[in-house]
């Protein structure tokens, strides 16, 4: 069955970087996009990235342009999110998802406060 795990979430200083991790099984990995979001309470859960099948196009919300970059390796079936000049305002639970499907990970916490 399709499996999504993230990992590498954690308690982060302002300015500091962390890099999350998707890794992903049960489906042919190399045939689809993968993106993350992010969801804090009582809020939408938004996009934050998102990856094409090659890695050859990637898209971000404007409030991470710049800073977080979304990259895939094939031969491992996984997808990171590496985040640099982390905000407060990035605190959020942060997912993985299959493109256009109803497949999501767990989530992992990411809180950056001092």
């Known amino acids: 069955q399709v499996q999504l795990v993230e990992s590498g979430g954690g308690l982060v200083q302002p300015g500091g970087s962390l890099r999350l991790s998707c890794a992903a099984s049960g489906f042919t990995f190399s045939n689809y996009g993968i993106s993350w979001y992010r969801q804090v309470p009582e809020k939408e859960r938004e996009l934050v990235a998102a990856?094409?099948?090659?890695?050859?196009?990637?898209n971000y919300a404007d409030a991470v342009k710049d800073r977080f970059t979304i990259s895939r390796d094939h031969a491992k079936n996984t997808v990171y999110l590496q985040m640099n000049s982390l905000k407060p305002e990035d605190t959020a639970v942060y997912y993985c998802?299959?493109?256009?499907?109803?497949?999501w990970g767990q989530g992992t916490q990411v809180t950056v406060s001092s």
């Open positions: 990856i094409s099948t090659t890695g050859g196009s990637t």
């Open positions: 998802r299959v493109r256009n499907s109803n497949y």
